[in-house]
């Protein structure tokens, strides 16, 4: 069993930079893939990026890629998501997830076992 809590969400003004955190309880962390996801109004909720349990694997959505890092601390059952160059479009609900699948993937399905409550990121000048 694990829980997830969010933290760093906040305002920003566009090309700025946020990064979110994932604190997660549990004694079973290192098995687990992790995910960022989000939702904005309106819209169906995304996978933007995600880290293997290992943490040699990471893969971005495409309106990702380039922008936002994923990284993962095992010591301190901690997942990071580097928000950079942060535009409009990226206002949503974003969420943290974790997937207890092969130690060397991840990938953006919807059948995430564990889900965080969710922090706002709200982009606007």
């Known amino acids: 069993q694990l829980q997830l809590v969010e933290s760093g969400g906040g305002w920003v003004q566009p090309g700025g930079s946020l990064r979110l955190s994932c604190t997660v309880s549990g004694n079973t962390f290192e098995e687990y893939a992790m995910g960022w996801f989000r939702q904005a109004p309106g819209m169906e909720r995304e996978g933007i990026a995600c880290?293997?349990?290992?943490?040699?694997?990471?893969n971005y959505a495409d309106s990702a890629d380039g922008r936002f890092t994923i990284s993962r601390d095992n010591a301190k059952n901690m997942v990071y998501l580097q928000m950079d160059s942060l535009r409009p479009e990226d206002t949503a609900v974003y969420y943290c997830?974790?997937?207890?699948?092969?130690?060397?993937?991840?990938?953006?399905?919807?059948?995430?076992?564990?889900w965080g409550q969710g922090a706002q990121i709200t982009v606007s000048s």
């Open positions: 997830a974790a997937d207890r699948t092969v130690r060397t993937m991840c990938n953006f399905w919807p059948y995430y076992d564990y």
């Open positions: 880290i293997s349990a290992s943490g040699g694997t990471t």
